[in-house]
């Protein structure tokens, strides 16, 4: 390794170190990150140095395919690992793998350093098997490296999440490559007497990039580019080794023994000067560029025809080769543009992606499948549009996308089978209310049922009803909800699917009517969700579950419940449920007044469905509202206009509760009078009891006082005038802004001067307002001051915390790096940057420093 090694010895005694510590069964996460060229592969190489005798070092790369290879870095551990995860890996069962890798890993007294490079190619199945590894490091001999360039990952890449249980669950080494120093290229180039500091001046201290430069041929005259590095030494190449060189660079990844043999049928001496070039290297295995900005250089200089002849080649050999790797046949036939291989081997593909746990992968093979306008029996085509849409509701994909072809396949299947045909139509109906079509929900429902009754199908039929119990408990007719739900379960009772859906369903139901049964209703749904490997089924039970436990205000129940929901719902890649969930983690955050924590949560959500998207809303627009920054109100007033097309209560309820608010905290409590009325007749009919009491208790405020009807939560204690009451209840459940709200609606100058203190210690600026100017209308005189009002004059709304935090983010500091230099945690970082973000309106790191610049919030020296 050499040269490539240069100025890494602390990485390596940190590695060293993790090694140790994993030899006593105290296993680490490391991350290893930096931009391409910088040498995370090296590094990991160089780890064999470090290793004891005992120990051991796998090795698993993702490979930036069209749609990548499920477990593509695990399933690249055959031959390395034992037999049961062998065919663990093989099978592709992930609870299977799971289990085998557990045993694989847990092998005492023998550390393991498992090394997955380039992980933010990975597949969202490899990122469930590594949320599984992260989760459990601390308790293993196991040292997980993964490596991956932080400079590609968007706002939403799935790794982010993936960082961020790191950083929570157990011991973690963050190692951000640095740039070479003049003083290590300067070692480099003198060894070629190139000119060092002109080296310097063009790489810049990339590893990569110097040791292309060096390596040119020329050091006087210094390549601009990598590709004109690259090119310059495929120009000493005959053209029958250049077209070699091409046939293996279209495959991204190493290209293994079997594989060469049919691609270079001269043998491996035809390989020779090539890799005396030091474009690639030759392993008695496998054959592999020297790094994959080289194989992409050589890819790029290719002519399209060239291009797509070397991907023919690779493509024939893999369908004719042993073991057929579905992605990567894909892949190729992709890039040859051979739509017949795409159309018969992409929907395997996609069954096994699907079958792993890999949604996203499984929808991209499918839309490529589709791509290709494929002429196809009804009922084939049908099955591949279903499939789609059923992924894209999974992954939470654009739902315009998936409502469209599930119509599609709805339409194909219309005369066939009437099974079939009926449930179609019952995946119609939850796709068409997913997307904010209530009246095309029951539409179809209803057409399910008919077609399902007349089929005699009762398997089919229960799921169909408990379709329409679920939309019946939606919309809050709970009478009706229950005696479908009924009839379900009795149909059902014996298909642990539909008997968990119909139970869940009931559940909701009791749930609106205010019957204790609710809970355990959900809980056995959960069980038998969870038992029968339900994931659908189970994580709406997790939901459920959680949002009754919120209502009700069991935050520690609620508290208690969310990491294991949130962890089933990303392991079985239910990304609709996954944010879903993280609403629920803001909505408690929220509930607990520990705002910073709540638009990190929730603004994962605000890409969702509508119905998901609204709760976004109106909770990140109330957390604003109470903390007094912009665009509060904007942002309730769209989560109101989302939620009146969705006729829930649900939704419309809290939109409207969150709007008389923000009228009360503008000084003229009537001005949502019109929005509380429509959403509290709703409520009389078809809101649960908590949702009914908040409105009634903002009515009385908007001036049209309805009374608690007698329900037993802190607001309708409110809306009776019992402050005292609904005080200690709002104290007793953890919710310190409505204990402090309901002193502050107390006649006793006490009780104000203590909420106005508890109003300060929260940041609730507009509400501390209010509380002033009454103390003063009162006639008191000595008022606390409160905080100065930094938030207040920084025309973005940031915290003074938050503000440092940006001002760091100008000088190029990473989370871990601004975490070190204000001695909080990488955690607590993340959570500010992402309120920063959201707060400046942008999606990007760059383009919060460039927007923080413009509103006048950087120090203008930097």
């Given at each position: 390794m050499g040269n490539a090694i240069l100025e890494r010895e602390d990485e390596l005694a940190a590695l060293g170190s993790s090694v140790r510590d994993a030899g006593d069964g105290s296993g680490t996460v490391v991350l290893i990150s930096g931009e391409a060229g910088i040498g995370k592969s090296s590094l990991v190489e160089a780890i064999r140095g470090v290793l004891p005798a005992e120990g051991r070092l796998l090795v698993g790369y993702c490979d930036d395919l069209v749609t990548p290879r499920v477990l593509g870095p695990l399933r690249d551990l055959i031959g390395s690992v034992g037999t049961v995860l062998t065919r663990a890996l093989e099978r592709g069962d992930r609870g299977e793998v799971l289990e085998a890798l557990r045993d694989e890993l847990g092998w005492a007294g023998h550390p393991t350093v498992l090394a997955v490079e380039d992980v933010h190619w990975a597949d969202e199945a490899t990122f469930d098997v590594l949320r599984y590894l992260v989760r459990r490091a601390a308790q293993l001999p196991l040292v997980l490296v993964l490596t991956y360039r932080d400079d590609e990952l968007s706002t939403d890449h799935p790794l982010r999440h993936l960082l961020g249980l790191a950083s929570r669950v157990g011991?973690?080494?963050?190692?951000?490559?640095?740039?070479?120093?003049?003083?290590?290229?300067?070692?480099?180039?003198?060894?070629?007497?190139?000119?060092?500091?002109?080296?310097?001046?063009?790489?810049?201290?990339?590893?990569?990039?110097?040791?292309?430069?060096?390596?040119?041929?020329?050091?006087?005259?210094?390549?601009?580019?990598?590709?004109?590095?690259?090119?310059?030494?495929?120009?000493?190449?005959?053209?029958?080794?250049?077209?070699?060189?091409?046939?293996?660079?279209?495959?991204?990844?190493?290209?293994?023994?079997?594989?060469?043999?049919?691609?270079?049928?001269?043998?491996?001496?035809?390989?020779?000067?090539?890799?005396?070039?030091?474009?690639?290297?030759?392993?008695?295995?496998?054959?592999?560029?020297?790094?994959?900005?080289?194989?992409?250089?050589?890819?790029?200089?290719?002519?399209?025809?060239?291009?797509?002849?070397?991907?023919?080649?690779?493509?024939?050999?893999?369908?004719?080769?042993p073991g057929t790797d579905v992605s990567r046949v894909v892949h190729h036939a992709a890039q040859a543009g051979d739509s017949a291989v795409i159309v018969h081997y992409g929907p395997i593909a996609a069954r096994e992606a699907s079958a792993a746990g890999a949604h996203r992968e499984a929808a991209a093979h499918l839309r490529l499948v589709l791509d290709q306008h494929p002429i196809l029996e009804p009922r084939a085509e049908a099955e591949l549009w279903e499939g789609f849409a059923i992924e894209c509701y999974t992954i939470d994909a654009p739902a315009s996308d998936a409502l469209a072809a599930q119509?599609?396949?709805?339409?194909?299947?219309?005369?066939?089978?009437?099974?079939?045909?009926?449930?179609?139509?019952?995946?119609?109906?939850?796709?068409?209310?997913?997307?904010?079509?209530?009246?095309?929900?029951?539409?179809?429902?209803?057409?399910?049922?008919?077609?399902?009754?007349?089929?005699?199908?009762?398997?089919?039929?229960?799921?169909?009803?408990?379709?329409?119990?679920?939309?019946?408990?939606?919309?809050?007719?709970?009478?009706?909800?229950?005696?479908?739900?009924?009839?379900?379960?009795?149909?059902?009772?014996?298909?642990?699917?539909?008997?968990?859906?119909?139970?869940?369903?009931?559940?909701?139901?009791?749930?609106?009517?205010g019957d204790a049964r609710a809970r355990s209703t959900m809980e056995e749904s959960l069980r038998i969700a969870l038992a029968a490997d339900e994931p659908e089924h189970a994580c709406r039970a997790y939901v459920n579950l959680i949002l009754y436990d919120l209502e009700l205000l069991h935050l520690d129940d609620a508290r208690r419940l969310l990491p294991e929901g949130i962890e089933f719902a990303e392991r079985s890649d239910f990304v609709m449920f996954t944010r879903y969930l993280q609403v629920a983690l803001g909505a408690l955050h929220f509930?607990?007044?520990?705002?910073?924590?709540?638009?990190?949560?929730?603004?994962?959500?605000?890409?969702?469905?509508?119905?998901?998207?609204?709760?976004?809303?109106?909770?990140?627009?109330?957390?604003?509202?109470?903390?007094?920054?912009?665009?509060?109100?904007?942002?309730?007033?769209?989560?109101?206009?989302?939620?009146?097309?969705?006729?829930?209560?649900?939704?419309?309820?809290?939109?409207?509760?969150?709007?008389?608010?923000?009228?009360?905290?503008?000084?003229?409590?009537?001005?949502?009078?019109?929005?509380?009325?429509?959403?509290?007749?709703?409520?009389?009919?078809?809101?649960?009891?908590?949702?009914?009491?908040?409105?009634?208790?903002?009515?009385?405020?908007?001036?049209?006082?309805?009374?608690?009807?007698?329900?037993?939560?802190?607001?309708?204690?409110?809306?009776?005038?019992?402050?005292?009451?609904?005080?200690?209840?709002?104290?007793?459940?953890?919710?310190?802004?409505?204990?402090?709200?309901?002193?502050?609606?107390?006649?006793?100058?006490?009780?104000?001067?203590?909420?106005?203190?508890?109003?300060?210690?929260?940041?609730?600026?507009?509400?501390?307002?209010?509380v002033r100017a009454r103390l003063r209308s009162l006639g008191v005189t000595r008022i606390p001051r409160g905080p100065t009002p930094a938030t207040r004059v920084n025309p973005a709304g940031l915290t003074e915390r938050q503000s440092e935090v940006v001002q760091l983010l100008a000088l190029g500091m990473t989370n871990a790096e601004i975490a070190a230099r204000l001695v909080l945690s990488v955690r607590t970082v993340d959570s500010h940057v992402a309120a920063a973000l959201d707060k400046l309106g942008v999606r990007t790191r760059k383009e919060a420093v460039a927007r923080a610049r413009d509103l006048g919030v950087l120090d203008p020296r930097r």
């Amino acid at each position: 390794m050499g040269n490539a090694i240069l100025e890494r010895e602390d990485e390596l005694a940190a590695l060293g170190s993790s090694v140790r510590d994993a030899g006593d069964g105290s296993g680490t996460v490391v991350l290893i990150s930096g931009e391409a060229g910088i040498g995370k592969s090296s590094l990991v190489e160089a780890i064999r140095g470090v290793l004891p005798a005992e120990g051991r070092l796998l090795v698993g790369y993702c490979d930036d395919l069209v749609t990548p290879r499920v477990l593509g870095p695990l399933r690249d551990l055959i031959g390395s690992v034992g037999t049961v995860l062998t065919r663990a890996l093989e099978r592709g069962d992930r609870g299977e793998v799971l289990e085998a890798l557990r045993d694989e890993l847990g092998w005492a007294g023998h550390p393991t350093v498992l090394a997955v490079e380039d992980v933010h190619w990975a597949d969202e199945a490899t990122f469930d098997v590594l949320r599984y590894l992260v989760r459990r490091a601390a308790q293993l001999p196991l040292v997980l490296v993964l490596t991956y360039r932080d400079d590609e990952l968007s706002t939403d890449h799935p790794l982010r999440h993936l960082l961020g249980l790191a950083s929570r669950v157990g011991p973690v080494r963050r190692l951000r490559l640095a740039r070479l120093t003049e003083a290590a290229v300067r070692r480099l180039s003198a060894a070629v007497n190139a000119d060092s500091d002109e080296v310097f001046a063009i790489t810049s201290g990339n590893p990569y990039f110097v040791a292309e430069v060096l390596a040119s041929g020329d050091a006087t005259t210094v390549p601009l580019t990598i590709a004109d590095a690259v090119q310059a030494r495929t120009a000493h190449l005959d053209p029958a080794t250049l077209e070699i060189l091409e046939r293996l660079a279209v495959v991204p990844s190493v290209v293994q023994r079997w594989l060469v043999e049919v691609l270079v049928p001269a043998g491996p001496a035809a390989l020779a000067p090539a890799e005396q070039l030091g474009l690639i290297a030759v392993t008695p295995s496998r054959v592999g560029f020297r790094h994959e900005l080289t194989r992409r250089a050589v890819v790029d200089s290719m002519p399209a025809a060239r291009r797509m002849a070397a991907n023919r080649s690779v493509l024939a050999a893999l369908l004719a080769g042993p073991g057929t790797d579905v992605s990567r046949v894909v892949h190729h036939a992709a890039q040859a543009g051979d739509s017949a291989v795409i159309v018969h081997y992409g929907p395997i593909a996609a069954r096994e992606a699907s079958a792993a746990g890999a949604h996203r992968e499984a929808a991209a093979h499918l839309r490529l499948v589709l791509d290709q306008h494929p002429i196809l029996e009804p009922r084939a085509e049908a099955e591949l549009w279903e499939g789609f849409a059923i992924e894209c509701y999974t992954i939470d994909a654009p739902a315009s996308d998936a409502l469209a072809a599930q119509r599609r396949a709805v339409e194909l299947r219309r005369g066939d089978d009437p099974r079939v045909y009926g449930a179609s139509l019952r995946w119609l109906s939850r796709i068409c209310w997913w997307a904010g079509d209530p009246d095309g929900a029951d539409t179809a429902a209803d057409e399910a049922i008919a077609v399902l009754a007349a089929a005699g199908d009762d398997g089919l039929l229960a799921m169909a009803l408990s379709g329409k119990a679920q939309l019946h408990a939606l919309v809050g007719r709970n009478a009706e909800a229950i005696v479908v739900a009924e009839q379900a379960i009795a149909l059902g009772k014996d298909t642990p699917a539909t008997l968990s859906h119909a139970l869940n369903n009931l559940a909701m139901a009791l749930w609106g009517t205010g019957d204790a049964r609710a809970r355990s209703t959900m809980e056995e749904s959960l069980r038998i969700a969870l038992a029968a490997d339900e994931p659908e089924h189970a994580c709406r039970a997790y939901v459920n579950l959680i949002l009754y436990d919120l209502e009700l205000l069991h935050l520690d129940d609620a508290r208690r419940l969310l990491p294991e929901g949130i962890e089933f719902a990303e392991r079985s890649d239910f990304v609709m449920f996954t944010r879903y969930l993280q609403v629920a983690l803001g909505a408690l955050h929220f509930a607990s007044a520990e705002w910073d924590q709540v638009v990190p949560a929730a603004a994962y959500a605000l890409d969702s469905s509508p119905p998901v998207r609204c709760a976004a809303m109106t909770l990140i627009g109330r957390t604003r509202l109470r903390r007094g920054e912009p665009s509060a109100v904007e942002t309730l007033r769209e989560a109101w206009q989302i939620a009146l097309p969705l006729r829930e209560c649900q939704w419309i309820g809290p939109a409207a509760a969150a709007l008389a608010e923000a009228a009360m905290l503008a000084g003229d409590a009537g001005a949502a009078a019109a929005e509380l009325t429509e959403a509290y007749e709703l409520a009389s009919r078809f809101g649960t009891p908590a949702i009914r009491a908040e409105l009634a208790y903002w009515l009385g405020r908007a001036g049209r006082p309805v009374g608690g009807n007698g329900l037993d939560h802190p607001y309708a204690l409110l809306a009776d005038g019992r402050r005292r009451e609904a005080a200690d209840a709002w104290r007793a459940a953890g919710c310190r802004y409505e204990y402090a709200a309901a002193l502050a609606d107390s006649p006793e100058t006490a009780d104000q001067l203590t909420a106005l203190a508890l109003l300060d210690e929260l940041g609730a600026e507009p509400l501390a307002r209010l509380v002033r100017a009454r103390l003063r209308s009162l006639g008191v005189t000595r008022i606390p001051r409160g905080p100065t009002p930094a938030t207040r004059v920084n025309p973005a709304g940031l915290t003074e915390r938050q503000s440092e935090v940006v001002q760091l983010l100008a000088l190029g500091m990473t989370n871990a790096e601004i975490a070190a230099r204000l001695v909080l945690s990488v955690r607590t970082v993340d959570s500010h940057v992402a309120a920063a973000l959201d707060k400046l309106g942008v999606r990007t790191r760059k383009e919060a420093v460039a927007r923080a610049r413009d509103l006048g919030v950087l120090d203008p020296r930097r």
